[in-house]
């Protein structure tokens, strides 16, 4: 499967070059801006993996967005500079995760460099993904755990009855424990209130 770009560049003779070689990469370009803020509403959204800023965009502060993107969404971020600039703006943009690639492009280093970020962001979306079902996992818990204190102080259950309570209601009524957890605090919870 082709991963998806933005190029952010203002330069139309760049822009050609580089979907050039996107392709030749296994990329494929969804669209250009000129802008920061049309950069950063396009790779905030889910339709990019990748986001090249080809440096100096006019008006747009390039080392500000490629941090912002890396920091606050999913995407990859390459930035392309100047030979001259590269260790001044490696430098500001490193802790950010963003990968540097030197003008002009060398097509080898280029396709090595594009290849390790789509690995990193794989990664980081498959290490996201795995965060936010131990997020869910987490806060199911935290509701059972509720659901059965309420049990042992309403229905002076134990801690094993209370939980054997919440696993057999759940299997006989083919729910979850969560939705049986829910059921057990919305029934208790109003008796503890009135």
Do not use: W
């Not at 190029?7 to 979907?19: D, E, G, P, R």
């Not at 802008?35 to 509403?41: H, K």
């Not at 390459?78 to 703006?89: D, G, H, M, N």
């Not at 789509?118 to 290490?127: D, Q």
């Amino acid at each position: 499967m082709k991963s998806k770009v933005l190029i952010v560049s203002n330069l139309t003779s760049a822009v050609n070059v580089l979907k050039s070689l996107l392709e030749e990469n296994s990329c494929e370009v969804g669209a250009v801006v000129t802008d920061y803020q049309s950069a950063f509403d396009h790779a905030n959204g889910t339709l990019y993996d990748i986001v090249v800023i080809n440096y100096p965009v006019d008006e747009c502060d390039c080392i500000s967005l490629a941090k912002k993107i890396s920091e606050e969404t999913i995407c990859g971020v390459v930035i392309i500079v100047p030979e001259k600039k590269s260790l001044f703006i490696g430098n500001q943009v490193y802790e950010s995760g963003v990968v540097v690639i030197n003008k002009p492009i060398n097509k080898m280093l280029f396709s090595q460099l594009i290849e390790v970020v789509k690995v990193a962001r794989k990664r980081y979306v498959g290490l996201s993904e795995e965060n936010e079902k131990l997020k869910l996992s987490l806060e199911e818990e935290k509701i059972v755990n509720r659901a059965k204190l309420l049990l042992m102080q309403y229905l002076a259950m134990s801690e094993e009855h209370a939980h054997r309570y919440i696993e057999k209601q759940a299997m006989d009524m083919r729910i979850s424990r969560l939705e049986v957890a829910k059921q057990v605090l919305r029934t208790y919870s109003a008796k503890k209130g009135g």
